[in-house]
Each structure stands twice: as C-alpha cells, then as structure tokens.
C-alpha cells in the first residue's frame, strides 16, 4: 500500500492464472511427500535431541571455561533448531501427514514460554491468514511498533528501537505475551474473563517448568558449576531469543515489503490471497547451513505461500517461485541476513518519528503494549 | 516410602529436567523396546513363502504381553513416510522360545502395506504394535474333532492354531487358485504325512470356486465338526447360511479380515461423536460448516486447509478432501482438517 501498487500492472485473469501456477506447484510437492522426508525430520529431531543432551552434559562441568564456551554453543544451536526447523513448522502441521503421533501439530510442545496450542492460534492462524493487513494481523510490530507509513504514529513509537531491543533479547516472553493478547486483556473488564485466565494461567505453568529447567535444575545438578550453568543456559537463551527475533523480522519488516488494508482483502480471491503472501514477505539469501538454522524462515515468501508444505521442500520450491515472480514482473524481496537486519532495524528507526509528510489516509489504529 | 514412591519421584524430577520434551523421548532414541516404551517391535526377518506372499519375524518390545493361537496383531508401518496400521493373524505359536512373533502376509493388489511388507521391509525396521486381539481362538476345552476351512491368506490365523495345538481328528479345506499359491504347503504336507492333519485342496483356476453343496462329499460328518473359517467375505456368507440351515451354527467360527466395504460416495449422515449429535451432509460441504450448522462446537481456523486449526479425529467412515478428491478411511490416529473435507458416506468424527 506504498504510493504505487507494485501489483498494478496485473488483470485480474492473470492474479488468477498466478493462483493455479501456484496450486500446481503445491500439488506437485504434495504428490512427492515420502519416506525421504520422513527420514528428514526424524533425523533433525534425533540431531536436536542428541545435542541438547550433550551440550547440558558438557554444562555439568562448566566451571572450566572451554566447558562452558562449547556447552552454551551448543545449547544455543540445540534451542534454535526446537523452535525453527522442528517446533515452528511442525506446528504448522509440516509433518502431519506422516501420520505419526509423536511428531504432529496437535501434539507437539516446544522449548519456549508459550505454549503450542496458544502460538498456534496467534501465528497460524491470525498472522498467516492475515499476513501484513493493517489492524488484522498484529505481527507487524507487534502492537509495539510502527513498521508501516501507514500505521499511525503516536508519541509511544518514538521509544521503538529500544522497544524493539528488549524484545529480541526476551523474544519468548514477548511472543507469550502477544499470544495471550496482553495489552487488549490486561484493559479493563477483560482480565476477568475466564478463558482469558485459563489461557494465562497455562502460560504462567509453562514459564515455570521452563524456569525451573533452565535456571534451577540444571544449574543445581551442576553441583559446583551452579552459576556458570546458570549463565550458559540465560546466554543460551538470549541467543535463541535474538537470533530468531532477527529471522523474524527479515520475514515482513525490510524495505520493499507491502502492507495491505482492511478492505482490500473483502471478497479476496485465491490469486489475490497468494499475491498478497508474495508481496508481505521477504527472504533471506544464504547457504544450507543458513536456511536450515533459520529452519527454512529464510525461504519466508514460499512459507508464507505454502505454510503446511514441508521445511525441507521450500529450496527447490524456491526456484520455481522466483521464476513466477520474473515473469509477472514482481519483486522479489530477499538479501543476506545482516543487509535484510540492517534493512529492518533502520525502518524501526525511521518509523519512531512521524511521517515527513502527511499520508493519504491513515487506518485508524491504536498502539497495543504487548510486550512483557 | 516406598520404592515405587521413590521412582515416580524420580521419574517426575527426570521430567523437569527434559521438559517439555518427556524422559521417554530421549531413552526412545537408544533403547525403542524397553519395558514402559510405547509397544513397538523390530523386523528381524522377511521370509518369503510364495510369490506373493512373506513371513514377517519381529522381536516385540519388553511390554509385549504374549499372544493366543488364532490371534491378529495391529501392526503401524511407515509407507513412503505415513504410518499405516493394518491387522495381521500370527502365524507363530505361543511358545516360541526366542520370544519372535511371526506375521504372515499376502500382496494384494494395489495394498500400500501388504505389497511394502511383503517386497521392500528390510530387516532392522522398527514398527508400531498393538497387543494381539481377536475372539477367534480355540476353546479351553479340546473338541474331538475340528475342521478348517480357510481360502488364500484365510489360512494365516489357522496356521497359527495348527502350529499351537494337535488334535486327533483335524480336516482341512483349503482354497487357493493354484498349488504354488497355498501359503505354508509344505509344512502343511508335513503335518499330512506325520498322519496330524487330513487335507484338501481345491485349486480354484483348475477347479473353480468351491460350492460348500460338495462338503457333504469333502468331510462327510461336517456338521459334527467344531469349524474354523477365514477367508473372502463370499465364502464366510456362504458358510454361515450353511451351517445355518443345519442348525449348526454355534459349531462355526469365522474371522473376516475386512469389516465391509467403507462406501466412499456422495455425501452422508455426520455423527459427532463426543457430543452425540448427527446431521445429513452432501459431498461437497466442509464437515466444518456441517458441524457448525448442526450446533456442534468445531475448532476451526482459516478455513482454508492451511492452518491445521481444526483437524480432528475421524473415528468411523470416510471423508473427502476438497482439494485432490483423495479419500481418506477412519482408522485410529487419522485426524482430518474439517475445513477442506467433505463426508464421502456415513462418518464419524470427535466431536
């Protein structure tokens, strides 16, 4: 919703004919689902489990520096790979047809403070159907944040880069907290509302297990290792928290990226509604070892446009996206990491202050505080 | 305190330690067979029988709780990556003293599972158990004289009895399009020559399907005979009227392998099953909007078969996706996204 359309130059016959070259490739990966894929996840899970296990090991004695440096490393990579190549998409339901009880969206639980069925509503549903409409999908800013000229300003975003900063480095918290709606239920009559309460409720007994893991248990059976454990699991954190809050972030925040209004997605067809995934996303160009540590976020515009196709599978699907995109003359958003962070943080920047000049017309929309 | 106390207690601070994750993940990555581990069991053989046909050996996880001759076996195998579960008769007898249980399987044509056991398992492959079931087992009390009457992989179940338990007078009659297709022929020939078995063979391509009218001239004193049958859905309905009209059904046994033909057609009668309530659906609305409708709480989402907000358990029938035409059939663990399926028959879901 920049001043000109990039999708302008599109009829209506070709968004359509878009949507069905889009089907086709789905179907074709659906088609070709099999035991190769199985095997694929089965491993990561196994790898992440194996290293997790290993890296808290290595923590019990983590009173000798070497101990604690290659620990907490590979804690972190062991907490990165939970939540994006395994617990993010297997609670898109990635891998639910495998059929496998054990590895399924509905009962799948991951290593962060909200819980799946709570992220499952806010992100699969809210964001991914709404994705970057003004007022609908709370993803773009968080409700903390103005990412969009067209979000409207207020005295409150002038404190976004820091705002902005406490959330990467307390990520979890702050994606619990936006899950539960925080800022709107906290308001008024809300806070007594008994789903409200049983949803916060769950939340609190998460945080506790999570705390009580991390920050207690391990660090007690650490034995004289306590504070060093207790530093290698709060920087293992931290470093989960910042590393997928800047994935994120590349996902719909960098120049380039459209944002949509309310109307436009009244009565949206198929095609309209892939175009709009299309133009509210972006990647993040790398090799192997970066798609796979973003847990295949990098590859963001054919996520958003497949949310439930298999993580493994988004690469080549990649290809074929972008030959899409070149010849509807579409641009296609991507760059490496720090160029695509850089990109988003300086639009948090610029967006703290007021728009130079007077938008055409401004959504009505209030900030929501909505992080812990 | 007790020790059973204590290893809950400790199993309970085990679990704060692996949260959210459960103890049992990790000790599944070395050890899929321990005693307490969901019931599993590892291939350690195919052995083929006929061409189209194996004998699957497979060490059971610690939990397994031992079998009755006669008995099937639910068993989940992953086929191009889903877990397919389909029931199989042991073949092995209940005293094997390695502790191996066999399954015996025939290909048949366009199966997913049985064409994957019987051509591609390798040994090593980790499937899912059940504990074995069935009602169709021998009596505590041995009757005097006992006829078989079973017709292509009909005979797996009354392998597992012949191989379990002598009688003094045993008649089979078994059907199978040719020789080289009877499953287990030569130790069946065996257990004839050893005088333990008296057995007849109808080879249907030569002789033609079996008319149960030529039993008075097979085994003369038939209805005097405690009998076993397991085979085609055809040849059991013959059976029973037959015995039947004899007054003699009380002495027949069967074992139908496929409980009726689901009807995959247009549309049926939705039952929800936790709350009870039922309503008539054609074959193009989302069970969704069905359930919503008929007043039935539904989770849903964005309604579009992305989000996996509304998938639930489909217990009885079968449902149509709306978007390949692909039926899925209720079995246990099948959860379906009502937003994009429609009922293709009568059907059930957990609702």
């Known amino acids: 919703m920049t001043a000109i359309d990039p999708t302008a130059h599109l009829t209506a016959e070709q968004i359509e004919e878009l949507g069905r070259e889009l089907d086709a490739i789905r179907d074709e990966v659906i088609a070709g689902r099999g ?52 617990g993010h998409n297997i609670l898109h339901g990635q891998w639910d047809w495998m059929r496998d009880p054990k590895i399924h969206s509905t009962t799948w639980e991951w290593d962060h403070v909200s819980p799946a069925d709570q992220w499952k509503h806010s992100h699969n549903e809210l964001h991914h159907t709404y994705t970057n409409v003004l007022g609908k999908d709370n993803d773009l800013g968080y409700g903390i944040m103005r990412v969009d000229e067209d979000q ?69 059976l650490s034995g004289p290792s306590f504070l060093t454990t207790l530093a290698a699991t709060f920087t293992a954190n931290l470093v989960r928290n910042i590393w997928t809050h800047s994935v994120i972030m590349c996902g719909h925040f960098p120049e380039g990226v459209q944002v949509f209004e309310r109307r436009s997605i009244k009565d949206e067809t198929r095609g309209q509604w892939y175009l709009r995934q299309m133009m509210g996303s972006a990647n993040i160009s790398g090799s192997r070892a970066m798609h796979f540590m973003t847990g295949n976020l990098s590859h963001q515009i054919e996520h958003h446009l497949f949310p439930d196709l298999p993580s493994n599978r988004y690469a080549e699907v990649a290809v074929k996206v972008r030959a899409l995109f070149e010849k509807y003359e579409l641009e296609y958003v991507t760059g490496p990491l720090p160029k695509q962070v850089f990109s988003a943080w300086r639009k948090v920047f610029r967006l703290s202050l007021p728009n130079r000049k007077p938008t055409v017309e401004a959504p009505e929309r209030e900030p929501e505080l909505v992080a812990a | 305190m007790t020790s059973a106390a204590l290893r809950s207690g400790a199993w309970k601070l085990l679990e704060m330690v ?41 060490r059971p996880g610690r939990g397994w709780r031992g079998h009755t001759a006669g008995q099937y076996l639910r068993v989940g195998v992953d086929v191009d990556g889903r877990r397919l579960w389909r029931a199989y008769s042991i073949t092995s007898p209940t005293n094997r003293r390695d502790g191996r249980v066999t399954i015996t399987v025939k290909a048949v044509p366009g199966g997913k599972v049985s064409n994957h056991l019987v051509r591609r398992t390798k040994p090593g492959t980790l499937v899912q158990l059940d504990q074995a079931t069935g009602d169709f087992v021998l009596p505590e009390a041995k009757p005097a004289k006992v006829l078989y009457l079973t017709a292509g992989s009909g005979i797996t179940p009354v392998m597992g009895m012949l191989r379990d338990t002598e009688f003094d007078d045993a008649v089979m009659v078994h059907c199978a399009p040719q020789p080289q297709d009877v499953i287990f022929r030569d130790e069946l020939h065996g257990l004839v020559a050893d005088e333990k078995l008296r057995l007849i063979e109808v080879h249907t391509d030569t002789d033609g399907r079996l008319d149960l009218s030529r039993l008075d001239e097979l085994v003369p004193d038939w209805t005097e005979r405690e009998t076993w049958a397991c085979g085609p859905a055809g040849l059991l309905d013959a059976a029973e009227d037959l015995w039947r009209e004899h007054g003699v059904q009380e002495r027949l046994h069967t074992e139908r392998f496929r409980p009726g033909t689901v009807v995959a057609g247009d549309g049926g009668e939705v039952t929800f099953g936790a709350t009870g309530r039922t309503a008539d659906a054609d074959g193009a609305t989302p069970l969704l909007d069905v359930g919503e409708e008929a007043g039935v709480l539904m989770p849903s989402g964005c309604r579009m078969g992305i989000c996996f907000g509304c998938v639930t358990p489909l217990t009885a029938g079968a449902v149509r996706d709306l978007r390949t035409g692909e039926i899925t059939e209720a079995e246990p663990g099948v959860l379906i996204q009502t937003c994009v399926s429609a009922a293709a028959g009568a059907c059930t879901i957990e609702r």
């Open chain 1, 35 to 86: 035991e190769k894929d199985a095997a694929y996840i089965r491993k990561v899970i196994s790898a992440q489990r194996k290293l997790e296990l290993v890296s808290r090991g290595v923590l019990l004695f983590s009173f000798f520096p070497p101990a604690w440096l290659i620990g907490t490393a590979g804690l972190s990579v062991a907490k990165i790979m939970d939540n994006m190549e395994i």
């Open chain 1, 152 to 220: 409207k300003w207020h005295p409150f975003h002038l404190g976004q880069p820091l705002w902005n900063f406490i959330n990467a480095c307390f990520f979890e918290y702050g994606i619990a907290a936006y899950d539960l709606e925080l800022g709107k239920n906290l308001r008024g009559r809300r806070r007594k509302d008994p789903e409200f309460r049983t949803r916060a409720r769950a939340v609190g007994r998460k945080i506790r297990k999570q705390v009580l893991k991390d920050y207690v248990i391990h660090p007690l």
């Open chain 2, 18 to 58: 692996t949260t959210p994750l459960l103890p049992s993940d990790y000790l599944d990555l070395v050890s899929p067979l321990r005693s307490g581990a969901d019931l599993r069991g590892r291939i350690e053989a195919v052995r083929p029988e006929t061409g189209d046909a194996a004998t699957i050996v497979i």
